[in-house]
Structures are given as C-alpha cells and as structure tokens.
C-alpha cells in the first residue's frame, strides 16, 4: 500500500533558489513556508514587501523579499535586476500569484485586471527571467478554467459583460493554455526546463476581498465560516505545487486534488477541458499575450 503523499517528499532543498510570487497569504504563504523548511533559499515576489519581511520572519529559513506587482509592467520588468541582486539564477520559478475583482477595472497598462494581474503578468515575468530559471516553472492554475470560454477579440472583456467568477475562470483558462504552450514549446526545443500546471482545490484563506461593500462582506465571512469546515488549508493548497517539485511526473502534467470535485484531498494528476488542450486556441493566446506585454520567450535550443 502506497503510503500518502507529505511534504517531506520534498528532501533537502538545500542550494536551491525558488521564486514564488503572491507568497504572503493563501497557497503561496503556503508553498514557502514549505520550500523553506526543506532547505531552500525562497524568494517571495511580493507586492507589499513590508508585510512579505514580517512573513519572511515568521517562516524563518532562507528568504529573501523583491517587490512584484503583476498588474504593473513598469513592476514586473524591474524585477529580473532585483532578483539579480539576490542571486545568479534559479532554480524553479512558481507563478503563484493571482487575484479577482468584483467590478471590471484596468491596470495602469490598460489591461482588464484579472486577466492581466492573473495571466500578462506571470506571462512576461516567464519570458524576462526565462534565462535565469535552470529546471523547472510551475504555474498555478485552477478547475475554474472548466467553466470559462475565450473570446480572443475580447480578452480584456471590453465588450462582454463583466462578472466576477467570469473573468476569473476565463483567467485561469488563459493560465491552462498559457502552459500547454509553454509545455510544447519547451519540449520541442528539448530545453532542460520544465513546467506544470496545478490546481490547489478550495481553499478559503485564498479568497480575495473582493469589496469593502457591507452586503459583499457579508457574504465573504459566509464563505469563510464554510471554508473553515469545508476547504484545504493553505499547507493542504500547497500540495499539488509542492507535489510538482517532489515527484517525478511528465512534463506538462496537471496536478489537482483527489477529494469530489476537486475542492480538497491529497494531491494527483487530473484532468483539464477539452478547450484547454486546444494547441491551436494555445497558440493564438500566446501571440495575443507577445504583442500586449511586448515580451517572447527567449530563443530556446
């Protein structure tokens, strides 16, 4: 009998340079705190680096804090020369980070604020530090991807109408096939480097408020109170990330949760939508998100 998975799988870390953006709350708080007890040195991309340094002494370890804010180019292009006052590369990249939005907004860049903090963001981080990462990029996603449809005219929901868990799902659709690209890519250049998706189930503590709006907060201290009984714990979120380093699995893999409905449960290899294993759609999205963030990947070979 195969005993369960735990992040003790994970070894000694030690040597190993790990960024993981989003790491002071929910599945990235998580995944560091894991990854720093293993040994490694864990760079947190964060957007409040005052709140990511008292983290940083809480998980105790190796840590180092770099300022990251994805829904801003100016932010996510700084970063590779921080991230080079730190060290001379990495290891494994975790694109981690990720955010809703109770009312369509835009970023500076003029992006719809999910999509473009959810999937642009991570996208060109991907692509500027690409020569810096030695083996592996896990990027988070997540089963709401199985609700989503694209339009790739209206990815920045311009003239679609705008609601909440929409434009999440449709962000987690663009991250699912964001990675099957990726994956492709990577595997017909035969680079060292490879990546994977997961999905780290519910977990309550990873639930953003979305307004400071009486009713919505309300609603937020339900789902809170049910997630207290019903969802993962950040640790329990960060299995199928920290599953993705420990284990030997193919590259390109989806790794979710094996409880009902993939809402909680030990981490496994999983299934993805039909249109997310659409190398065609995959393709398209990858030179729509070129041309937004005027980033490509690096010459691979």
Known sequence: MTSAWTPARLGDLTGK??????????????????????GAHVIMAVRNTELGAQRAREIGGTTSVLRLDLADQASV????????????????????????SQHRADTVDGFEMTIGTNFLGPFALTNLIFDRIRTQIVNVGSDAHKSARLRLDDLHLRSTKYNVMGAYARSKLAVMLWGLELDRR????????????????WVASNLSHVSDKPLMSVLHRGVQAVGGLLANDISEGAGPTLYCISEPIPPGSYVGVDGVRGLRGSP??????????DYDVAGRLWEFAERETGTTLPTLG
């Open 17 to 38: 340079h790990i960024v993981v953006t989003g790491a002071t709350n929910g599945v990235g708080l998580g995944t560091a705190q894991a990854l720093a007890r293993a």
């Open 77 to 100: 292009r700084a970063f590779p020369a921080l991230l080079d006052e730190v060290c001379s590369g990495i290891d494994i990249l975790v694109n981690n980070a990720g955010a809703l």
């Open 186 to 201: 990577l595997r017909e250049a035969k680079s060292p480097v490879v990546s994977q998706l997961t999905h780290p189930g």
């Open 268 to 277: 496994v290899l999983i299934g993805r939508s039909t249109l997310a294993c």
